[in-house]
């Protein structure tokens, strides 16, 4: 599959909407739409208005997303794809990448794209289409990456910009140990791995000479306590940051999940984090179907699956299972 015949000067990823969930999982397709072309104007178009890269999200996509299209909610309407103009008042993009599947919608803007890549009605609109169309969602992206740029694009760990992010995350995991990082939050109590668990495989990584860190976001401030007092030797740095690089926000998160040899999280934005910073990851799943749907775009996965243990119960994934897992990572660094 090679790549267009003249780089684009402008490309417009079109959605429908993008949640927190959605906008973090998404993250290393946004890195690679930049790494794939780096000299485009790279638009991002969230057909609903609702998008989180144009809220909390904002600072982690700056320097990649360079503008976001968010009035006129177009493809929703009903005539939207014969209506007299185009849509996004009048506006052409060289390429356009469409990530949903809706044929009205990308009939629509199917109108605003001179290179037009988009899976509705099995690619039937599209100026490419794909050998194979695989069933997790982050693989689809990546093979409309592919159809968009050649076969070099792939998924990016994203790269942060931001310089006190940069220089706070050196600072508060500096170069030299092998850390492993932990984020035992999720959005809810069924999607949580117990916190036990996590402080027994920190115990271990300390004793095989490497250094446990532990990532919390707002919701999990009852950890801090046992994390301390049970594994004094584990590292807290969002705690530690300075009020200047964000404490406890995506943007560190990231940014130390690039410093992260491996990591473990369950199926939630955390987890997602630490794979749009670059961290290979154990990711812990209560369900098959969406292991296979929401797999992150982490540089490795080892994904365990509590319905493979009998149930849809977190607890039944088996610490010793985690612990291999997560050696196997470690192994091929």
Not at 65 to 94: K, N, S, T, Y
Not at 216 to 226: K, V
Not at 302 to 320: N, S, T
Request: hydrophobic letters at 45%.
């Amino acid at each position: 599959m090679s790549k267009l015949p003249t780089p684009p000067k402008s490309v417009l990823v079109y959605s429908v909407e993008e949640i927190s969930g959605d906008g973090l999982i998404k993250l290393p397709f946004v890195a690679g739409v930049r790494a794939a072309f780096p000299d485009a104007h790279f638009a991002w178009c969230a057909a609903t208005g609702n998008c989180v890269y144009d809220t909390w999200l904002k600072p982690v996509v700056a320097g990649q997303i360079d503008e976001m299209v968010l009035q006129g909610r177009p493809g929703l309407g009903p005539w939207d794809m014969i209506a007299p103009g185009r849509p996004l008042g009048g506006r052409r993009f060289d390429l356009v990448i469409d990530t949903q599947s809706n044929v009205k919608r990308s009939l629509a803007m199917r109108r605003v794209g001179r290179t037009f890549i988009s899976p509705a009605a099995k690619f039937m609109f599209s100026a490419r289409k794909p050998a194979v169309w695989p069933d997790a969602m982050m693989d689809r992206m990546e093979t409309l990456l592919k159809l968009a740029a050649g076969e070099g694009a792939s998924l990016k760990p994203l790269t942060l910009t931001d310089p006190a992010i940069l220089a706070a995350a050196a600072v508060l995991l500096p170069a030299g140990p092998t850390y492993v990082g932990f984020a035992p939050g999720a959005g809810g109590p069924e999607r949580r791995w117990p916190l036990d668990r996590y402080l027994e495989l920190a115990r271990r990584q300390h004793e095989r000479g490497r250094v446990p860190v532990f990532v919390l976001g707002p919701a999990e401030r009852d950890y801090l306590e046992p994390i301390r007092t049970q594994t004094p030797f584990a590292l807290l740095p969002g705690e530690a940051a300075p009020p200047t690089a964000g404490a406890g926000g995506p943007l560190l998160t990231i940014a130390l999940a690039g410093r992260f040899a491996a990591g473990v999280a369950a199926d939630a934005g955390p987890g997602h984090m630490l794979a749009a910073g670059g961290s290979p990851l154990v990711s812990l799943f209560r369900e098959r179907r969406k292991a296979l749907k929401f797999r992150p775009a982490a540089p490795r996965v080892e994904a365990l699956i509590a319905e493979d243990y009998g149930d849809k119960l977190m607890d039944l994934i088996p610490l010793e299972d985690v612990d291999a897992a997560l050696e196997r990572l470690l192994a091929a660094r």
